[in-house]
């Protein structure tokens, strides 16, 4: 993820510098792989907000049930 | 299934309907009282759902018409009672007296608004040995102007009610239609949806156009088969290649189209597949197949017995097998925003090898509610469905959606291609059930009233 390469991202619990990796995320019963900023030691991820309010919450919307 | 035994689940002191004549019947599990009509008369009659003979069945009794029973059931699979939740109306609370006769909804309505059907004629260039609205050629229309429309408009959106589905007799009668379409929204309706057999759709495709420009936003499209003598025996004429030049107009459009098919034993219920397919081949053209059981309202040829009916489990059974499993009665959900007895939905998304992509999850729906935004969520969940990305949005979210489980390619797939199976069984004299018909939320708007749309339709049995 180009945004991603040049991260100024660390981990505050490892002081890693945070690395972009494909995650899974898991919604409802259905699983979803997104890259986000993951330390490479502890492997905690980085979820901003745009990615919150954007295609995460686009993905619950269509998948909400009526 | 149980027999001989009265479960009695709403068989209270205070609650519709009398089971105590059903107390000594062996083989007869009752299973709750409701209150009806009588088929001949309309008048207000108790009536009893009962299990017995492999399905369940509506009994009741007139004083002066005698007694009726009417299959609402048929099979195990998926079972009658554990076919969703029915959450209880307040323990005082009972249909009204007036109901259904004296209908425009009332406090012991369960359910508000979530699509309003506005007739703009009673015209219609068929004439169809059954219609729920008795249209024909012939009729002679009060041929309401589009001021008094917009009226009916605004009053709707000013109350919430912003999915308005203009229906008729054959709206594409008119040749004002686009004029109607700009109304509504003009008048602030969010979403406006044509109920069309289509004919003059595929004719005249400038019309669609026209159509499609003054905002239309959906058709729910008459589709009961892929076979001429389908529509020969249910329509009166031969209308498959009409049927796929409406589509073709309506997709040059980028206007969504859910095939709705009138499902008759014996006609088309070995087609139920075959209609699914192509769906799935049209999309994203289509957007969803919507089941109707055929039901005796307005227009039929004769008093039906149960052999002229095929009920909910019957279809969801047919859509397992005739697609040889690709749609499992496991991906179908009972209805939340109406009664569960009256519908059935599940949500897909179509993939390029024409597999499909399942969204609903089984133990996710919500139960049958009242006093709640169900009604709003539909409204949502089928708008998102049934309209179509438009022209060139389709396109630029295909590129790279080759990987459904990458969250941007599952988000363009799902938002071109989207698909949704559902179904809705309507209640006519013979099987109306009180408790069922004050959960629904498609309501019929005549300017004055609100009226539910089984209640609107409903027909007394012409005697011989």
């Not at chain 2, 029915?86 to 508000?112: E, T």
């Not at chain 2, 959906?218 to 290649?241: A, H, K, N, S, T």
């Not at chain 2, 708008?383 to 979210?397: F, L, N, Q, S, V």
């Amino acid at each position: 993820m180009a945004d991603m390469a040049g991260s100024y991202w660390r981990c505050a619990r490892c002081d890693e510098a945070l690395t972009a990796r494909k995650t899974v995320f898991t919604y409802l019963g259905h699983s979803f792989t997104h890259e986000t900023l993951r330390c490479p030691k502890c492997g905690r991820v980085l979820i901003p907000p745009e990615l919150a309010r954007g295609k995460m919450a686009e993905v619950e919307e269509q998948l909400e049930d009526k | 299934m149980k027999t001989n035994k009265i479960r009695g689940r709403e068989a209270r002191a205070d609650a519709p309907g009398n089971l105590s004549g059903n107390k000594r019947r062996t083989g007869v599990e009752a299973v709750y009282g409701t209150v009806s009509v009588c088929p001949v008369c309309l008048k207000r009659v108790d009536a009893a759902i009962v299990g017995r003979d492999g399905g369940y069945f509506m009994e009741k009794t007139c004083d002066e018409h005698g007694f009726f029973s009417t299959v609402v059931w048929r099979g195990d699979d998926p079972p009658f009672e554990g076919w969703g939740e029915i959450k209880s109306a307040a323990p005082d609370s009972r249909p009204a007296l007036g109901c259904p006769g004296a209908c425009g909804l009332c406090a012991g309505h369960l359910q508000k608004t979530c699509c309003a059907l506005v007739e703009v004629t009673h015209r219609c260039n068929l004439r169809c040995p059954v219609c729920f609205a008795d249209s024909g050629v012939a009729r002679v229309s009060a041929r309401l102007s589009v001021e008094t429309l917009y009226a009916r408009f605004r009053k709707l959106a000013a109350a919430g009610s912003t999915f308005v589905q203009l229906s008729g007799g054959e709206p594409t009668t008119r040749d004002d239609l686009p004029e109607i379409v700009a109304a509504a929204k003009r008048a602030g309706c969010e979403y406006v949806q044509l109920n069309s057999n289509g004919i003059r759709l595929g004719a005249e495709p400038e019309y669609t156009r026209a159509l499609a420009e003054a905002g239309l936003d959906f058709v729910f499209m008459q589709f009961d088969g892929v076979r001429d003598d389908i529509y020969e025996r249910l329509r009166g004429r031969p209308l498959f290649d009409i049927k796929r030049a409406a589509i073709d107009a309506c997709a040059e459009q980028y206007l969504g189209v859910t095939l709705v098919p009138t499902i008759a034993p014996g006609i088309n219920d070995g087609d139920i597949g075959a209609i699914l397919e192509f769906g799935f081949r049209r999309s994203p053209a289509v957007r969803g197949v919507h089941f109707q059981p055929i039901s005796y309202f307005g227009r039929y040829p004769g008093a039906p017995g149960d052999g002229g009916r095929i009920t909910l489990p019957e279809i969801m059974r047919a859509i397992d097998s005739q697609t040889g499993g690709k749609v499992k009665i496991s991906d179908l959900l009972p209805s939340a925003c109406d009664h569960p007895r009256c519908g059935f939905h599940g949500d897909f998304a179509v993939l390029p090898n024409n597999t499909l992509l399942k969204l609903t999850k089984k133990g996710k729906a919500a139960s049958s509610s009242c006093c709640d935004d169900a009604h709003l969520r539909n409204r949502k969940f089928v708008a998102r469905r049934w309209k179509r990305a438009p022209a060139g949005a389709e396109e630029d979210t295909a590129v790279g959606a080759d990987d459904y489980r990458d969250m941007d390619g599952f988000l363009a797939r799902v938002k071109s291609h989207g698909f949704t199976i559902t179904c809705m069984a309507f209640q006519d004299a013979y099987n109306l059930d009180l408790e069922r018909l004050r959960r629904c939320s498609l309501h019929v708007f005549d300017g004055r009233r609100t009226v539910p749309f089984c209640a609107r339709y409903i027909t007394a049995r012409r005697m011989p």
